[in-house]
Structure formats: C-alpha cells, structure tokens
C-alpha cells in the first residue's frame, strides 16, 4: 500500500489545516449532509490536477478557497496534500522519462496551491513543478486527476452513459495505458514539429537551391579562371625569363658599343681644336681684320664722296639757277615781283583815299567828283612807284648775297671731295696688297682644310652610329619599361610567387638564346595577352569573397540535406515508434479488456445472482460535415466526410430478463451493473488507492450487502476511501472519519474507531 495521508488547509469548507491518515485498506469517511464529505473527493481530485471546475464544483480557482463566515474571515490561498509511501521506490525515475524531478524519497508529498487571483502551483517534496511533471509522476501508477479511482455519485453512472470512445479513453486510463497515449501524444507532437522542421529545411533549401547555382557558376567561372591563371602564370615565367636575358644580352651589347661614342667625342674635340686653327690663326685673322677695315673705310669713303657729289651737283644748280635770275632782273625791273606790302601800308593809303572821297562826297558835285578821282590816281601810283623803287634794290641785294654763299659751299665741298678722292685711292691700293698676301696664305691653309673635310666626314660616319645606337638605347628603354609594367600587372594577377621567374626552368626543346627571335617572344606575349582579355572578360571579381560564400551556402545547403535525411529519419522512427506504440497499446488494450470481461462477469453475476456481462471493441462510422453549409446542402450535396471510430461496447443479459441493451435497465440494476464494471476494471489493474463518494447510495440492503463484500475483496489491492451514509458499508471499513460542520460554516473531522462506529450508525 502506498497512500498514507491526505492534507487539507484553506480548501473549499476545511478553512482549518486538515489530516486524514489513510493507511488502512478501508476509510470510511461519514456526516450528514452538506457536511463537507464530497470536499475530501473533490480535494483528492485538485491535488492530482483537475483542471475542470466543473468536476470540482467551482466557476473558478477562488470558489476552492474557504470564503469565510459569521466566526471565521475569508482564507486568501487554499492547499491540499497527498502524501505516499516511496520507501520501495515505486516513484522512481524511469527510463526514457523526460522529467527531471527529483523523486528519489521515502516519502513522496504531491501539494497543490490555488490563491485568491486564481493561480495554482504544484510542488513536489517542496520543490515548486509543472502540471506535466505532476502527470508524468503519476502516470506509472493509474493515478489521475478524474480517472477511474476517483468514483462520485453522479458519476457511477457515467461509463455507462459516454460514447464507445470515451469507454474506451476511461478503460485505457484504468489499465495504465495512459502512457502509452501520452508517448503517442507526445510522438506525434515531435512528428508534427519533425514535419515541420523538414518542411522548413526544404524550403530553406529551395530558396538556397537558385543561389547555389548562381554560385556555382561563378565558381566554375572561378575554377575556370583559375586555370587560365595557372597557364598565364607559366607563360608570365618563360616569358619573362626569355625577356630578362633578352633585355640583358641586349643592354650587355650596347654597352659594349659605347666605345663609338667616346671615339666620336674625341673626334669632335680634333675638329674644334683644327676649326680654331683654320679661323683664328694670328695672320690669317690679322690680314682678315685689316682687309676687312680697309674694306670698310674704303667703303665709307666712296660713300662719302657720292655724298659729296650730289651735294656739289646740287650747289651748281642752285648758282646756275640764281646767276639767271640776276640778269633777268637787270634787264627788266617789270618783271619784278613786288614786296610784301604790310597792313600798315596799305591802311595809310586807305585812309588817304577814303579822305578824298569823303571830301567828294561833301562837295556833292561833279567837278569836284572828278577831281577827287584824279587825286586818287595819283595816290595809286604814287604808292606803286615807292615800292617798285624799294623791292629792285631788295631784290639785286638779296639775289649777290646768295650765289655768294653757294660758291663758297662750293669750294669747300670740292676740297672735300678731292680729299675723299686720295683716300679712296688710297684704300683700293692697300685692299690690292692685302689680297695678294692672303691669295699666298690660302696654299699654307688647304692641308689643314682637307683635314678638317676628311675628320668631319668620319665624324658623320660615326654621328650616324651613335645616332644607331641611341635609338637602340631608347627602343631598350622602351622594352625596359614595357618589361616593368608588365611584371607589375603580373603579380597583382597571378600573385607574389611570380618573382621568382628566374628560378624557372625551361624544357631542353626550348633552350634559352640569348639573341632570341622577337618573333616567338611577341608570339607569347600575344598569348599572354589574350589570356588576359579573356580573364578580364570573365569579370570575376571578389574572389575571395564568392568562394566564403559558395563554401557557406554549400556547407548550409550540407547541413540542410544532412539535417532532413536526420529529419526523415527521426520521422520514420517516430513514425515507426508510433505505429510501434499504437500496436502495444492495441494489444495490450485487448488484453486488458479481456481480463475485465472476466472480473466484469464475475462481480455482475455476484451482482445479479446470474447473467452475463462483457465488454467489446466495437468500430461505428462517424460523419463529419463541413461547417460552412446548412443541412439544405448537406442533403442536396452530400458534403460529409466519414470517419471510422473505435470504442468499448458494454453488453448484459440479466438473469431470468432478456433484457440486454443498457437503455432498458432500471436505475438500481444500471448502478449494479456501473459498480460491477468499475470493480472489474480497478482488479485488473489496480490503483493505490480508490476513492468512492457515494456509489451505493443507490442500492437496497441487499445488494449493499453485495457491494460490501466486493469492497472487502477490493481492498486486498487498494486502498479504498469510502463516503457513504450506508450502514453496511460502514461496517467494512477499519477506520471511520466524520466530518461535521457548525454554525462557523467549518468542516471539522472526528475520528471514531470501529466499534463507535456502528453505533454511531445505528
């Protein structure tokens, strides 16, 4: 026997701490009405879980809390306990159980705790657990919140009343089997969630998949352009190898001939040193220099003496010129030009006039007019006759005085052209002489001369080599620095290990010449180019970084195949655990089902002094509609879908009646026959305990009798608590509890030993 006590405090009418020792086989627990009895099934059923308050006679967790009275004030937590022996370990861990409570004890102490906003909390021992941790505990030993153990009045009937199904929920709950629905539950649960889970892997890996090939493209891209750089990284080494000794041989050569330019450099200081012979030699330059003065002072002179000529031409002119004029004037004084006549000469004679005609005009008359005319004539002539007698004299003196002053410009220019003349003379003699010793000099000249053409024409000769070799230099340079760009560019393609490339061996076919053909040479680097145009039209780029992601994506894909073959795995060996429990549970369904058809029909015929009773695995075709359409449519459309279900069957056959179907039974015989099924069920498998609220409340002194003996038979097995009014019930139990109720509204419990008992009933 495992059950040992039972602790109230708080709950429902026990507003007081509350212990029930139920360690003997049978406990009646009595009292009068509304006493509080059924609080003590109902407690048993809020420490194992219940979780219907309907089955607990409450709307919520705070109607389980003592509510208080006149005497007592409200409780705000209500706690009940159930404490079991473990001192055989029958709670212990067992293997493939997920819990991790600790139930390694003596002693085992289930408590429940409901408070006033209506939280619950469970504890095992103390330690504060889940409702699944309580169930898990429990299950091993057909203990549950509403199983079969716990029986109330209105419930005897209920096996009776429910479908095939939940027949066969109770009986499965009754034969321990709820495990088994509890691993199938949670099989399926971890299906469910393994279906789940390897739908999401293929998803993920279809939304990968796209990207993958994309990768892998660029990966083949990749690998191919790491091919072409394995091959351009050979050309780059034989390339350049064959251009390194080429670019040597050829700076080597040219170095070599430098020697042309030093030789022309001397040359070059031999036709300076003889041009300065030729051009500045002391009596070449003197005779030059004086040739050159003479020249020019002979040149000046001539220039001078035209000078002088057109002056002296000019001067003659000018006295031919004046004498005619002179004797023109001697000859007529006529023709002489008068003088200038000044202003105030010709205002004098003005005004001497005007007098006379104003004078002529106050006369009035033409005596006087004509008069006056004559005098003005006279004026007229007058005045003509000073200045003709005044410009002649002028004139005769002026005209002297001129040809005075040109003849002796004359005769001075005439001295100077004469000494102009001896100069010249002079000079073309002196120019004479000096050209006769220069005709001498030029024999002494023409040896040097011949040597000067002779140095100039080798200096052409090697002008023209070095000017060969210059262009050699550059195109050298040129080579040079195409050479360096090129290396630069091939390490920043193929890498660092390219500076080795004259480490690199040639194959014997392809010696190395150090005077190679550029043809081959240009061969190879067109070949090394194009492979660069085509690496360049890969436009592969980032690398590095497209490998770490195709290595990702692909070791993500990995793992996604790897984890939905682990997945499809798990999923058949649930599926296989499933099918494997459901085949155990249906086996030992059957057999446990075949035991209570022996007990059944045992305690019904004990029951009914005959008959037979039995239980069968019946299957009945269940329809389901769709929600969404109305009966109309039902019918119109036949929409339902079907469904098989599979139940218990409970047949009976009284003795003398050939009654069989449970509807057609009275109240009394429907109570014997749920008792019966109920007794059969818990011997079969049986519980550590049965709680009984009033299930004989219904039978008549005969049949209590009955009930009696099979509580006596029942209690080799489990403990049995009993709440009854019944007194022969009562005489079956080892311990009584009365509970009892005052005017404070407290359930209060009386212990009464047997022989109290009985008379207390009576």
């Given amino acids: 026997m495992y059950l040992k006590r039972l602790e109230l405090s708080g709950f429902k009418s026990f507003a007081k701490k509350t212990i029930l020792e139920l360690d003997s086989p049978i406990t009646a627990i009595v009292g009068p009405n509304g006493s509080g009895k059924s609080n003590v099934a109902e407690a048993v059923r809020f420490v194992l879980g219940e979780q219907s308050m309907k089955s607990l006679r409450g709307k919520s967790g705070t109607d389980l809390i003592f509510k208080g009275s006149k005497a007592h004030g409200a409780l705000g937590r209500g706690a009940v306990s159930i404490i079991f022996d473990n001192r055989k370990r029958v709670f212990a861990k067992r293997e493939g159980e997920e819990t991790g409570i600790n139930v390694d004890f003596d002693e085992i102490i289930i408590s429940r705790e409901v408070y006033g906003d209506g939280a619950n909390s469970y504890l095992v021992n103390g330690s504060q657990v889940r409702l699944k941790d309580i169930m898990e505990i429990l299950a091993p030993l057909n203990i549950g919140s509403s199983g079969h153990h716990i029986i109330s009045q209105g419930e005897a009937d209920k096996i009776l009343n429910s479908s095939i199904k939940d027949r066969k929920e109770m009986i499965e709950d009754a034969l321990g089997l709820r495990v088994y629905q509890y691993k199938i539950i949670e099989s399926e649960r971890k299906l469910e969630k393994t279906n789940e889970n390897i739908k999401e892997a293929e998803s993920l890996r279809r939304e990968l998949a796209p990207h993958i090939a994309f990768l892998k493209k660029q990966m083949e891209k990749i690998e191919k352009a790491r091919e072409m750089r394995e091959e351009l990284k050979r050309l780059y080494f034989e390339y350049f190898k064959r251009e390194d000794a080429y670019l040597k041989a050829v700076g080597n050569k040219l170095e070599n001939e430098g020697a042309v330019r030093k030789e022309l450099n001397q040359l070059d200081s031999e036709i300076a040193a003889l041009k300065r012979e030729l051009s500045l030699s002391p009596e070449n330059e003197a005779s030059n220099k004086k040739r050159s003065e003479s020249e020019d002072s002979l040149q000046s002179a001539r220039n001078k003496k035209d000078e002088l000529s057109r002056k002296l031409g000019r001067l003659e002119g000018m006295i031919e010129l004046e004498e005619e004029r002179a004797g023109e004037k001697e000859h007529s004084s006529g023709n002489l030009g008068l003088s200038m006549v000044t202003i105030y000469e010709v205002e004098a004679v003005a ?365 080799k097995l489990s403990h049995l608590i009993v709440i009854t009014h019944n007194r022969e019930t009562m005489s079956h139990a080892s311990v009584l509890y009365g509970i009892t109720m005052g005017a404070d509204g407290i359930s209060r419990i009386l212990s009464v030993k047997f022989d109290e008992a009985v008379e207390y009933a009576k």
């Fill in 351 to 715: 005004k001497e006039i005007t007098d006379l005609a104003d004078r002529a005009l106050l006369e009035g008359n033409i005596s006087f007019f004509q008069k006056t005319i004559l005098e003005i004539k006279e004026v007229i002539k007058g005045f003509l006759k000073r200045k003709r007698e005044f410009d002649n004299k002028a004139v005769h003196n002026k005209i002297a005085e001129k040809l005075k002053g040109l003849k002796e410009e004359r005769e001075k220019i005439q001295k100077e052209l004469d000494v102009c003349l001896r100069e010249e003379e002079r000079l073309a003699l002196e120019i004479e002489k000096i050209k006769e010793l220069q005709e001498g000099a030029k024999e002494n000249l023409r040896d040097k001369e011949r040597s000067f053409f002779e140095l100039s024409s080798k200096r052409s000769e090697l002008s023209s080599r070095v000017g060969i070799i210059a262009l050699k230099e550059e195109k050298l340079r040129s080579e040079e620095e195409d050479f360096r760009r090129e290396f630069e560019e091939a390490v920043v393609l193929v890498g660092e290990e390219i500076k080795g490339y004259r480490d690199f061996v040639l194959t014997p076919d392809t010696p190395l010449l150090l005077e190679e053909e550029r043809v081959p040479q240009e061969d190879r680097r067109k070949k090394i180019e194009r492979i660069k145009i085509r690496l360049e039209d890969a436009g592969i780029g980032q690398t590095e970084e497209i490998e770490n992601e195709y290595r990702a994506t692909s070791t993500r894909d990995k793992f996604l195949e790897t984890e939905i073959t682990d997945l499809k795995g798990s999923k058949t060996s649930l599926e296989g655990l499933i099918a494997e429990l459901k085949e155990k549970l249906d086996i030992e369904f059957k057999n446990g089902v075949s035991k209570i058809n022996k007990e059944f029909t045992e305690f019904f015929h004990g029951m009914f002094g005959g008959g037979t009773a039995s239980l069968s695995v019946a299957r009945r075709e269940k329809k389901h509609y769709r929600s969404d359409i109305d009966e109309e449519e039902r019918e119109l459309f036949d929409k339902e879908e079907k469904e098989i279900e599979e139940g218990i069957e409970i047949n009976v056959s009284l003795p003398q009646k050939r009654i069989k179907d449970l509807t057609m039974l009275s109240g009394g015989e429907r109570a014997l026959t749920s008792i019966a099924l109920l007794f059969a069920i818990t011997q079969v498998n049986p519980p550590p305990f049965l709680v009984l609220d009033e299930t004989d409340a219904a039978l008549d002194e005969a049949n209590s009798r009955k009930y009696g003996e099979m509580l006596g038979t029942l209690s």
